[in-house]
């Protein structure tokens, strides 16, 4: 869906308000600022909700909650904007550029936060499909074994030990055994 959500509020106003009919496609005319945003990827500020065109749909709640002006700021994730961060305001004249420096590095830690969550939540994940792939290599009535481009073990499953008497600890580490290399076994 393009629409787009409110996931997170603090303050004043009423977050079903202003967001929910926005949207992010590619018709000019039904995006608002955090629409647009999301799919330029730039910075949108109104300074004047009450004469700004592009806060039409908004206007009346936002001038009602006592706003006068607002920024989205893209929240680029992966080089895709992926949400905005909104900010409206009560005092007119719009924000300062020290205001837009400090909201841009808010937004930029923002996103930093979500990458943080992502790479968590998918390390996560390699770490229990790679558990699942351990158990199954280990209940496998195969030997298995891994060694690198030298022959130097690197990992020997429970069945390997069993059918050489070779504990892992005992070759993880070391060369092949010549037991391997004899051609003695298949």
């Known amino acids: 869906s393009k629409g787009v ?11 079903n308000s202003m967001a929910v009919h926005d949207t992010w496609s590619e018709n000019e005319k039904a995006s608002g600022p955090a629409g647009k945003a999301i799919r330029t990827g730039e910075t949108v500020v109104i300074v004047n909700l009450e004469k700004d065109d592009r806060f039409g749909p908004w206007r009346h709640d936002a001038l009602a909650q006592g706003f006068t002006c607002a920024i989205s700021l893209p929240l ?5 904007a992926r949400g905005a961060v909104n900010i409206f ?3 007119k004249g719009g924000f300062s ?9 808010l937004a930029a830690d923002v996103e930093y936060g979500i990458r943080s969550l992502r790479l968590r939540i998918q390390k996560e994940q390699m770490q229990q499909d790679l558990l699942k792939v351990k158990q199954a290599v280990e209940a496998s009535g195969e030997a298995i074994f891994m060694t690198d481009i030298k022959g130097v073990f690197t990992f020997a499953n429970q ?14 580490g070391k060369a092949t055994p010549r037991l391997l290399k004899s051609g003695e076994v298949t």
């Open 5 to 15: 959500r409110v996931v997170a509020q603090a303050g004043r106003g009423d977050k």
């Open 76 to 80: 680029l994730i992966s080089d895709d």
């Open 89 to 91: 305001s009560s005092e």
């Open 97 to 105: 550029s020290e205001e837009l420096d400090l909201l841009a590095e």
């Open 159 to 172: 069945e390997f030990t069993r059918l050489y008497g070779y504990t892992a600890e005992e070759v993880v």
